[in-house]
């Protein structure tokens, strides 16, 4: 034991002081330097390292470009939960030198429980250890096509649960104890950093695993899964029902006259709608006048904006109440196949429905478990009973809706969670739904839990909005220094400085240059 200590610690000095060699590298990053990790429910089937160079080239997120070859241990751990008839492969890697003490869970998108390697190299630049898994799955992000269903067309439970939360659980066990191994020293904190699917993880995590991260910064996440997904498909039953598919170049100019007429609500003439709450433009006053950019010239017609108002009124029952949100005014409602009124056209007057390929895909996979079911044979009442069987057989798996923070509160746990009020895919509102859930259960959840929205934002990244330039780091600084977060810092794609607020507070304009983020205060309204 005491031999033990003194080895990892003598690696430890190699590993993480010294100026690292090919050949020290290859004696630290090896299965032999690494204790294989132990699993709860788990059996470990291989541990296989590389000493890895890594040509990250930047942030797709921030859009900072800022290149520079990494060098880590890159750790895979093959496992499986006997029984389940599943294979994981979970990925940590570990800098060979300036190692910051820090482990962060590095969140998926879509179905894929993990992203690709350029989060992880986020990670690495910044000296964090890293851990990722596939959840036993391929990293295919739209469509579970190759996991979901058996040849006889069965859910496979196994897998969906490794997805929706137990390998994201081992994943923290396995990235502290290799973190662990490797340096000689556990990390001093745990971090996971997600967004979309990865923000529902963050979230899942404070749920049900309130001790495996300290920080957490969760954003636009996909909670309400069940929920949220059926409503997905919504803009494109409007679509099938009125017989109408408007071409993008029509909805984008329906898009563009919604924020004209609702911008300046908030006091500033930015593109960007920070209010849409306060907007109440009707786009059937839009019928009959040209949607410029159209090639030949072609008017909205009152099927099109027809299309719009519901796709932002959300997914109704055949009795018209409530069922689910929709989207604000002023997202994109067809932006490549990743939005929800997306047409496909041989020309602006003849398009057909293209439905977003992960709604259509948990309708027909997990719902009807019929991969070749036509959605388009939907009539109306089909989408109620559709809701009401997704809800009943997968909310209590994924849904990720659980107001109850308090274990993750008494851990002393912080989270951060910020959502772009133009989403295009995830309805913010179903996050601020949630947050009032919270805040109803704990009226004192600022003290560990804040919530931005992000005006003119779209899904994670893009928008003409001021998107959050480090969130995690407001999180290391609440976690580390105790330091809440008053506001997060943002920017535009060209370079105009923003604040966000914790929620229900909005950025107000106070006078001076409308690109400085010092002219904005958090207040109650506009
Ligand atoms: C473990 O994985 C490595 C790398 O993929 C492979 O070469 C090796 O054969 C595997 N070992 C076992 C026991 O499966
Ligand atoms: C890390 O190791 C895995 C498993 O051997 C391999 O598939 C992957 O390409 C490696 N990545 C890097 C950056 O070395
Ligand atoms: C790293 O990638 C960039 C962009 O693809 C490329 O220009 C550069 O040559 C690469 N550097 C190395 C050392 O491979
Ligand atoms: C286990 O999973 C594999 C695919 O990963 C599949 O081919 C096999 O049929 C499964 N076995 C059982 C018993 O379900
Ligand atoms: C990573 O460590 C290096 C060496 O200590 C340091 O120069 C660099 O600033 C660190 N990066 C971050 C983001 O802290
Ligand atoms: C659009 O409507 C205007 C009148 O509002 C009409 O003059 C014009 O011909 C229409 N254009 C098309 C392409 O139908
Ligand atoms: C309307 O339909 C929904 C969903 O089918 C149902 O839950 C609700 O009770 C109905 N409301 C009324 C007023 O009939
Ligand atoms: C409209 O598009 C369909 C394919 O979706 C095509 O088969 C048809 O020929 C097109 N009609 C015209 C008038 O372009």
Same mark, same amino acid.
């Given at each position: 034991m005491f031999l033990k200590t003194l080895t990892s610690l003598v690696l430890a000095a190699t590993a993480s002081a010294l100026a690292t060699t090919p050949a020290v590298e290859a004696r630290v990053c090896s299965p032999r330097h690494i204790a294989p990790p132990s699993i709860p429910d788990g059996l470990v089937l291989n541990l296989s390292t590389v000493p890895a160079s890594y040509n990250y080239t930047g942030s797709e997120t921030t859009g900072t470009v800022d290149p520079s070859i990494l060098h880590f241990c890159n750790v895979t751990v093959t496992y499986t939960h006997p029984g389940k008839n599943d294979t994981i492969h979970t990925t940590v890697w570990l800098p060979?030198?300036?190692? #910051?003490g820090r482990l962060q869970g590095s969140g998926g998108g879509g179905y894929a429980t993990r992203s690709d390697d350029t989060k992880l190299g986020d990670a690495v630049v910044k000296n964090y250890s890293v851990v990722a898994t596939d959840?036993?799955?391929? %990293?295919?992000?739209?469509?579970s096509t190759t996991w979901s269903l058996d040849a006889d067309n069965n859910v496979n439970m196994a897998l969906l649960e490794d997805f929706a939360y137990i390998a994201l659980a081992d994943a923290a066990t396995i990235g502290k104890q290799i973190s662990h191994s490797f340096y000689g020293r556990p990390p001093r904190h745990a971090y996971w950093n997600g967004c979309s699917t990865g923000g529902r993880q963050g979230l899942i995590l404070a749920q049900?695993?309130?001790?495996?991260? #300290?920080g957490i910064m969760a954003a636009?996440?996909?909670?309400n899964w069940p929920s949220f997904l059926v409503a997905e498909y919504w803009p494109q039953f409007v679509m099938n029902q009125l017989q109408t598919y408007p071409a993008t170049c029509v909805t984008d100019a329906i898009t563009a006259a919604t924020i004209e007429a609702?911008?300046? $609500?908030?006091?500033?003439?930015?593109? %960007?709608?920070?209010?849409p709450d306060l907007c109440d433009f009707d786009?059937?006053?839009?019928?009959?006048?040209?949607?410029? #950019?159209?090639t030949p010239a072609q008017n909205i017609t009152r099927k099109d904006a027809e299309v719009v108002r519901r796709t932002w009124e959300g997914l109704r029952a055949a009795?018209?109440?409530? $069922?689910w949100y929709g989207l604000n005014p002023g997202?994109?409602?067809?932006?490549?196949?990743?939005?929800?009124?997306h047409t496909t056209c041989t020309s602006s007057t003849n398009c057909t429905g293209t439905p977003f390929p992960i709604s259509a895909d948990w309708i027909k996979q997990?719902?009807?478990?019929?991969?070749?079911?036509?959605?388009?044979?939907? %009539?109306?009442g089909d989408l109620d009973r559709i809701l009401a069987s997704s809800k009943a057989r997968y909310n209590h798996i994924i849904?990720?809706?659980?107001?109850?923070l308090s274990a993750f509160k008494r851990a002393g746990g912080k989270m951060i969670t910020w959502h772009g009020l133009?989403?295009? $895919?995830?309805?913010p509102k179903g996050t601020e739904q949630y947050y009032r859930r919270v805040e109803a259960r704990d009226p004192t959840l600022r003290d560990f839990y804040r919530f931005f929205e992000a005006p003119g934002v779209y899904h994670c990244h893009d928008g003409p909005g001021a998107f959050p330039t480090d969130p995690l780091s407001a999180v290391v600084d609440w976690v580390?220094?105790?330091?809440?977060?008053?506001s997060i810092d943002a920017k535009t794609a060209d370079g105009s400085e923003r604040v966000l607020c914790p929620y229900p507070l909005v950025a107000v304009y106070q006078g001076g240059? %409308?690109?400085?983020?010092?002219s904005y205060e958090c207040a109650k309204g506009y």
């Open positions: 060979f030198a300036n190692w #910051n959840g036993g799955h391929a %990293v295919v992000s739209q469509t049900r695993f309130p001790t495996a991260y #300290n636009a996440p996909a909670i609702c911008d300046a $609500l908030d006091g500033v003439s930015d593109g %960007v709608i920070s209010s786009p059937r006053t839009l019928v009959g006048t040209p949607a410029h #950019n159209c009795n018209g109440s409530f $069922l997202a994109p409602l067809s932006r490549g196949a990743s939005s929800l009124a997990f719902v009807l478990q019929d991969p070749s079911f036509d959605l388009t044979s939907f %009539v109306p849904g990720t809706d659980n107001p109850d133009a989403d295009q $895919l995830i309805f580390e220094n105790g330091m809440a977060p008053e240059d %409308v690109r400085d983020k010092a």
